[in-house]
């Protein structure tokens, strides 16, 4: 009976030791924080557009012809490769519904 108290003793002293351990990293590092906070402070700036001032996208328009120009020459294949098949489509579909329009008029 008394190694078992002894034991609990030595137990309930260990927890209370690393209590006060916690605790003292726990101030440390809330301080250590804090000093952090104070040492560099932040400045806020507020930036604001008027509304008459504002243009909007005043690149997006500006030479568009001679945008599209240099992306089809640049990309010449890739549009080859992907008009066609939507082109070939489409009057493929056209032709068919023009052909079956004209097998019940007779």
């Known amino acids: ?5 002894a034991l609990h003793w030595r137990l309930a002293r260990a927890y209370v030791l690393q209590l006060i351990l916690a605790v003292a990293l726990l101030r440390d590092s809330r301080r250590d924080i804090e000093y952090r906070m104070a040492k560099a402070r932040m400045k806020v700036v507020i930036y604001s557009l008027s509304p008459f001032q504002q243009k909007v996208m ?32 489409y009057t493929y579909a056209m032709n068919y519904k023009e ?3 004209l097998a019940h008029r007779y």
């Open 1 to 5: 009976m008394r190694g078992q108290a």
């Open 58 to 89: 005043p690149g997006l328009w500006k030479d568009f012809t001679g945008k599209i120009h240099q992306k089809v020459t640049e990309n010449w294949l890739g549009v080859v490769l992907l008009v066609t098949p939507v082109v070939g489509t």
């Open 99 to 101: 052909q079956e329009k």
